[in-house]
């Protein structure tokens, strides 16, 4: 008997989902130029993807505090 009184049980079972969030980061690099800050930048990416494939980073802006 299910919940609703009849017919076959409900299984609770656990199903698939996929979650989707974004992420804002801030990150203070030392660099000569903006094209150095950008390659340090994707040094960075290159290794937090390293570790964490399912994180996509992306580059929104470069500004010289």
Same mark, same amino acid.
């Given at each position: 008997?299910?919940?609703?009184?009849?017919?076959? $049980?409900?299984l609770r079972r656990k199903r698939?989902?996929?979650?989707?969030?974004?992420?804002?980061? /801030? &990150?203070?690099?030392?660099?000569?130029?903006?094209?150095? $800050?950008?390659?340090?930048?994707?040094?960075?990416?290159?290794?937090?993807?390293?570790?964490?494939? /399912? &994180?996509v980073l992306t580059l929104r802006?470069?500004?010289e505090d």
């Amino acid at each position: 008997m299910n919940r609703l009184g009849s017919g076959r $049980a409900i299984l609770r079972r656990k199903r698939p989902y996929t979650v989707g969030a974004d992420c804002t980061l /801030e &990150l203070e690099l030392w660099a000569r130029d903006d094209e150095e $800050a950008e390659d340090t930048f994707n040094e960075y990416c290159e290794a937090v993807q390293y570790h964490h494939p /399912e &994180l996509v980073l992306t580059l929104r802006s470069i500004r010289e505090d």
